[in-house]
């Protein structure tokens, strides 16, 4: 019935030895096997500092099943008895990005943009062209939505970041611009006047041509409308771009007026030619042509939308025609 005082005994502190495998899916149900010594009668295995729940327990293999989470390089311990083992890191594996539906939409933005692929984790985030989307409409560990920023261009990047680690992008595209109509569809060739164009997919920095000639913006560019200034210019059925960087749309036509001649000054001369005839009217264009009775008649100075001075030819006869061709378009 007399006891000793007590004398202290320690059991060995558990050790690991291996980990398999040392990564898996941040969507867990990763079973993992741990081989080692003293892992006691009741062990508590921790991966960070979550408790995981033994699968199997003996005094040198433990086994257990991951958790969902993310992140790399997280310690791996056993507890037993208050005696805390070495660490092993475990490694939750990248983000993977399959597929991207869909791979081009409109301009305005606002397409749901889907993301499927895996391990994707608990938190994770999306750059759309380099740039934070926020916020994703949903996420799960194989797939995220999230709506698509206005913007423009092709082959832009999307890639997810978990925990410090980063997919390989998928490449987007914004859709290329489109023209329905254009109003009006002519013009004086002194230039000058808006031009409203209607379409799809204009995007933010539009550039806009019109026979080749660039149309400067007139106001804020808009998603499907645009209104341009005329550049001076010459001919029919001229084609009406929108290019978009580097994309381009379909062409719509376009036509300066023919010129218009109000006089002929003065309406007579001497059958030896060599008059200046002064003729004025409108859309005479830069680089007109002019005819007497069907001969050409020189211009003697640079033409103006308005005026023409020419040298009137040798000739002979009563009410010749007086005709400005210019670009192809023939005046009265």
Known sequence: GQSSAPKLFSYAAPEITSVSPVNGTTAGGTRLTINGSNFGLSPVVRLGSVPLSLVLATHNQLQVDTPPGEGTALPLTVEVGGQVSNSFSYFYDPPLVTSISPATASTSGGTVITLIGSNFGLSPSVTFGGSSVSPLLTNSHNAITFAAPPGQGMGIPVVVTVAGQSSAPKLFSYAAPSLTSISPAN???SGGTLITLTGSNFGLSPNVTIGGKSAPLAGPPNHTLL????????GANLP???SVLGRTSNSIAFSYN????SSVSPASGPVSGGTIITIQGSNFGPNSNVTIGGRPAPLSAPA???????TLPAGSGQNKPVIVISAGQVSN
Do not use: E, K, R
């Open 187 to 189: 013009g004086p060739t």
């Open 227 to 234: 209104t341009v200034t005329l550049p001076s210019g010459v």
């Open 240 to 242: 009406v771009v929108v």
């Open 258 to 261: 023919p010129p218009l001649i």
């Open 304 to 310: 103006s939308d308005t005026t023409i001075l020419c």
